[in-house]
């Protein structure tokens, strides 16, 4: 597909279409425009969106990329760039092809757009009340697994031994 057809559909979704009518304003099938929305988790960006400087920018991913090519270090990269060595080296072990083991720009800044927070629905549903159980936003509580852990498995809460050489009756290991 064209990358402008492309964009024209992820347009209509951002604008608020349903999948079926920016399927049908775009020119493409709304079959295809339904695999568009269930990959893109129903959050779609607009085309002048702007990011914390935190994230790295579809620029810099291109700098990063000429700048190991050119054969400098990770944190040659890092000082050229102002960013952090930790920030490049995860970057590029995140990031590489897993074919190729190369860093791939545009491939990268799909990836990390892919890998961006997605709206939780299961939280929103459960702050409703409606899956906690009547016990307040977010279920039991944190020490309500660990109960039933210590209760199946003698001795132990959560995977951790009561005591070190220990056994839960008192005997020595």
Do not use: F, W
Not at 74 to 86: D, F, I, K, L
Not at 91 to 101: I, S, V, Y
Not at 112 to 123: L, S, V
Request: hydrophobic share 35%; aromatic share 4%; net charge positive.
């Amino acid at each position: 597909m064209p990358p402008r057809r492309m964009r024209l559909l992820l347009d209509h979704l951002a604008a608020g279409l349903s999948p079926k009518q920016a399927a049908g304003a775009a020119g493409v099938s709304a079959s295809y425009a339904y695999v568009i929305d269930r990959r893109m988790g129903g959050v779609y960006r607009p085309p002048g969106v702007t990011y914390s400087a935190r994230y790295l920018s579809r620029e810099e991913r291109y700098e990063l990329a000429r700048l190991r090519e050119c054969g400098l270090a990770v944190r040659a990269v890092a000082a050229r760039m102002g960013r952090s060595p930790s920030t490049i080296c995860r970057e590029l072990a995140r990031n590489a092809d897993p074919r190729t083991g190369r860093y791939q720009p545009e491939q990268a800044h799909r990836l990390a757009g892919d890998r961006q927070r997605r709206p939780n629905t299961a939280t929103a549903l459960m702050a409703g009340g409606s899956l906690s159980g009547g016990s307040g936003i977010g279920g039991p509580g944190p020490g309500a697994a660990c109960a039933s852990v210590t209760s199946a498995v003698s001795g132990r809460a959560c995977g951790v031994a009561s005591g070190r050489g220990r056994r839960a009756d008192g005997g020595s290991r």
